[in-house]
T-cell receptor, first 116, second 113 residues
Framework: ETGVTQSPTHLIKTRGQQVTLRCSSQ?????VSWYQQALGQGPQFIFQ???????GRGNFPPRFSGLQFPNYSSELNVNALELDDSALYLC???????????????FGAGSRLTVL | QKEVEQNSGPLSVPEGAIASLNCTYS??????FFWYRQYSGKSPELIMF????GDKEDGRFTAQLNKASQYVSLLIRDSQPSDSATYLC?????????????FGKGTKLSVKP
């Protein structure tokens, strides 16, 4: 069983540029969530994808967008990068939604973005 | 604004002692509660989850939940230097998408040999 894999691991961009981060979910997991973790902070929910559609979003502007593909992999796109976008971007996958609320998230190693 | 509060620490305990990590949350509709461990520069890894009042034990770890007080804690018995990490408390609200966890800022634990 493979875990959650993310790419790239590190990247540097300049303000105003655009970035695409990629994630492959754990085998059997069809739900993918993205989080932003600034230095010294806890992860903040960006959005979730299930069945190739966004079905939950946190308090992030529209320049944060995403996709999910039929193989459940996902992309996070950020346009018009700002200095405050510098952070660790985490992808997490989970099993299909259930009524128990106890589905756990498995995180990838993250992509560390630096915006200069 | 739904919030999860944790003491940032650092919490320092000697090897072999019990480490007690605490977390409070603001949303009474919270349904599930998670503890993640995060080593410096790494991603969070799940230690335990709990969703019923009371205690839940798994090896050296015990999670405790008190919904009336909106309080959840994690006890680590026989603490080891390898337990030194930041511990993140996370909460899922009722009706929220399952990927939407609200995290605290984390408590940094240091276990001294």
């Amino acid at each position: 069983e493979t875990g959650v894999t993310q790419s790239p691991t590190h990247l540097i961009k300049t303000r105003g540029q655009q970035v695409t981060l990629r994630c492959s979910s754990q085998s059997g997991h069809n739900t993918v969530s993205w989080y932003q973790q600034a230095l010294g902070q806890g992860p903040q929910f960006i959005f979730q994808y299930y069945r190739e559609e966004e079905n939950g979003r946190g308090n992030f502007p529209p320049r944060f967008s995403g996709l999910q593909f039929p193989n459940y992999s996902s992309e996070l796109n950020v346009n018009a990068l700002e200095l405050d976008d510098s952070a660790l971007y985490l992808c997490a996958s989970s099993l299909p939604p259930s009524g128990s609320g106890a589905n756990v998230l498995t995180f990838g190693a993250g992509s560390r973005l630096t915006v200069l | 604004q739904k919030e999860v509060e944790q003491n940032s620490g650092p919490l320092s305990v000697p090897e072999g002692a019990i480490a007690s990590l605490n977390c409070t949350y603001s949303d009474r509709g919270s349904q599930s509660f998670f503890w993640y461990r995060q080593y410096s520069g790494k991603s969070p890894e799940l230690i335990m989850f709990i969703y019923s009042n009371g205690d839940k034990e798994d090896g050296r770890f015990t999670a405790q939940l008190n919904k009336a007080s909106q309080y959840v804690s994690l006890l680590i018995r026989d603490s080891q230097p390898s337990d030194s990490a930041t511990y993140l408390c996370a909460v899922r609200s009722y009706g929220g998408s399952q990927g939407n966890l609200i995290f605290g800022k984390g408590t940094k634990l240091s276990v001294k040999p």
